[in-house]
Each structure stands twice: as C-alpha cells, then as structure tokens.
Nanobody
Framework: QVQLVESGGGLVQPGGSLRLSCAAS????????MFWVRQAPGKGLEWVAN????????YYPDSVKGRFTISRDDAKNTLYLQMSSLKPNDTAIYYC????????RGQGTQVPVSS
C-alpha cells in the first residue's frame, strides 16, 4: 500500500528557498516515477515536477522551470523538491504522488509565500 509523507513546508518570504521531502513506504519506490503536485487556495491540483525511476530525467511546467529542482534518494526511499526564488503565487499545499493526478498523496505540507 502506497504511503507518502510530505514535510519541510513553512512560511517563506518572496525570493526565499525551501526544500521539501517526501518519505515513501509500502511500495517499490525505486521503480516508480514520482511527482510533486500542489494545490493553491481555492484551486485544483497542479503538476509541479516529476522524475523518472533512477532520477535520470526530470520534467517541469514553465511556471516553475529554473526555480524548482526535483530529486530522489532511492537508498532512503525519499523524494525531494528544492524550491528557490519563491513567489507569492507558489503558495499552496505541496504533495508527492505516484502520478500527476495526485494518486497516493499524503497530507501534504503547506508553503505560504508572504512577506
């Protein structure tokens, strides 16, 4: 059974940085592509990044490209999202998941971007 636990969120000022983590268990993490998605207040889920099994390929929408970096540590069954140059419209709850629709996501971690 897929279990994903996100952490690392918190209040950050515009222009700041934050690293999110996602601890995975209950499935063969190393053979899955993994995703980060987010949900801004009053909006639907939005794909933020994904990474191939093994980490050799990463993908981002234009809205975060060049600012966000997804990575994984298969030895630790952990997924990461390094975020920099944060903007107020990056404010959202961030989830990790096994597809771009948020399947298997946990409780999420809140990232408010505000001065």
């Amino acid at each position: 059974q897929v279990q994903l636990v996100e952490s690392g969120g918190g209040l950050v000022q515009p222009g700041g940085s934050l690293r999110l983590s996602c601890a995975a268990s209950g499935f063969a993490f190393n053979i899955y592509a993994m995703f980060w998605v987010r949900q801004a207040p009053g909006k639907g889920l939005e794909w933020v990044a994904n990474i191939s099994p093994g980490g050799g390929r990463t993908y981002y929408p234009d809205s975060v490209k060049g600012r966000f970096t997804i990575s994984r540590d298969d030895a630790k069954n952990t997924l990461y999202l390094q975020m920099s140059s944060l903007k107020p419209n990056d404010t959202a709850i961030y989830y990790c998941s096994i597809d771009g629709q948020g399947t298997g996501r946990g409780q999420g971690t809140q990232v408010p971007v505000s001065s």
